[in-house]
């Protein structure tokens, strides 16, 4: 799936503008004490955005969790020899699917689902699992991105943590689970798994663009 474009309004910075890409508008802030920039998603909102007062859409006026010019430059840029995974469920539980991408391209290197009665947890779990396995395969140095926290601390401890209770309608999910547990019980892998920063990076490349 093609990354969705995105407009940097940079009112104060370097070179005050609007930018079609982070590394664009990061140079224009790295370093500015005061620096005011935001994301847009179309174009005619960025322009609206940049010829009006910054108030409006940051300072007092940003959201919540956002970050500031130190911060993103503290956090730096995404490492591009990567894949990214990630789960997409339509409902709690509901149908869930998972897959893994190359994080520069967006090309997809697998893809599973969707099965009933899963939550996104789940498929967050298998996903990078299955982003192990692939890579250990592949005997690939890359490293794994994932957004979920709760899925990365259920990897290391080689469990999956779910409350959701195991129906004949959701049968082959578990028998996947049961899959991935046994994996990582009797295998060593050298893949760093890396939490995707969100709030500097925007969604992570493998997302499901149903939010």
């Known amino acids: 799936m093609a990354k969705k474009q995105k407009y940097y309004v940079v009112w104060q910075g370097k070179r005050p503008g609007i930018y079609t890409s982070w590394d664009e508008c990061n140079a224009q802030i790295k370093g500015v004490k005061d620096a005011r920039y935001k994301a847009f998603t179309s174009r005619d909102e960025a322009e609206e955005a940049f010829n009006s007062n910054y108030k409006a859409y940051v300072g007092k006026g940003q959201k919540k969790g956002s970050l500031t010019a130190e911060e993103l430059s503290r956090i730096g840029n995404p ?99 049961r899959r991935a547990v046994n994996w990582l019980q009797k295998n060593d892998y050298d893949t760093p798994i890396v939490k995707w920063e969100t709030k500097a990076w925007g969604e992570i490349p493998a997302d499901f663009g149903r939010k």
């Open 79 to 177: 490492n591009y020899h990567s894949i990214s995974v990630d789960a997409a469920s339509s409902g709690n539980p509901g149908k869930m699917e998972y897959r893994g991408v190359d994080t520069k391209t967006g090309k997809q290197f697998f893809k599973q689902g969707p099965f009933p009665e899963g939550t996104n947890n789940i498929g967050e779990f298998l996903a990078i699992v299955h982003g192990l396995a692939f890579l250990k395969k592949k005997k690939s140095d890359r490293i794994l991105y994932s957004d979920s926290r709760t899925a990365i601390s259920w990897v290391r401890r080689k469990k999956c943590n779910t409350k959701l209770e195991e129906r004949p309608e959701n049968k082959e999910l578990f028998e996947l689970i």
